[in-house]
């Protein structure tokens, strides 16, 4: 095999193993989607949520709908602006994750629950920590 050939099948290799990575295994569409909203000009890293964090973690949202607070649409500035969590389904709502905050966004209204420690951030974070590139990992640390 000539070398242009090698290189062109081995990039292919490489784009294949990167969409199997950011794929559920089941071949199906994930259940939870989650952007990384880190790029200006670039597109932003995606990736499935585990089902099982994704649900603990809209449990624990659930119980806590009393501490949700009216906002404003969360702050676009350069550089990290949140995970993106969006159900496949209509069932909850799509999640903004900060270092300390969680914003849930249903029909265009933004409520805002205060995470001072990121918790919600490290779970996600956790989570999807292996299907991200290096670059993307190092600039969330």
Known sequence: MSRAKVVAVGLLALALAAAAACSPATG???AYQVSVDLFSGRENPETALSASVAERIYGELSGRATDFQDAADPATP???RGFVVT???GAHPV???TRDA??????GVHRKLADPAGAYYRTILDDIRSRL???VIDALA
């Open 28 to 30: 199906e569409p994930a």
């Open 78 to 80: 350069l550089g990290f």
């Open 87 to 89: 159900p496949r389904t």
């Open 95 to 97: 999640l903004r994750v």
């Open 102 to 107: 969680v914003y849930t966004i249903r029909d």
């Open 133 to 135: 590139p290096q670059d």
